[in-house]
């Protein structure tokens, strides 16, 4: 299973909602990254521990996540073919 998540306007009061409840936001190198990866981490950890309970095992279904700004080589994901794969860009 692959999701391509993206973003809109929508998504900026929550954002900044976050970043207002931040002990030290100046210390955030990326905070909108951070901000995008603790949603959708914690969103996709979620849908794996109901997965997972739905098909009757204990532990949550074991994912991974791949970012468009991670350029470590072992890690890299080509998102524009993810994207005509998904035909997100059709």
């Avoid at 936001?25 to 739905?54: H, K, M, N, Q, Y």
Wanted: proline share 4%; aromatic share 8%; charged share 20%.
């Amino acid at each position: 299973l692959a999701i391509l998540v993206g973003n809109s306007r929508a998504m900026w009061p929550a954002f900044l909602r976050w970043l207002k409840a931040q002990k030290d936001p100046d210390a955030l190198s990326d905070p909108v990254d951070t901000f995008a990866a603790e949603a959708i981490c914690g969103a996709v950890g979620r849908f794996a521990a109901v997965s997972a309970a739905a098909a009757g095992r204990k532990a949550a279904v074991a994912h991974d996540s791949f970012w468009a700004s991670d350029m470590t080589p072992a890690r890299l994901v080509d998102m524009n073919r993810a994207a005509r794969v998904d035909t997100f860009a059709a």
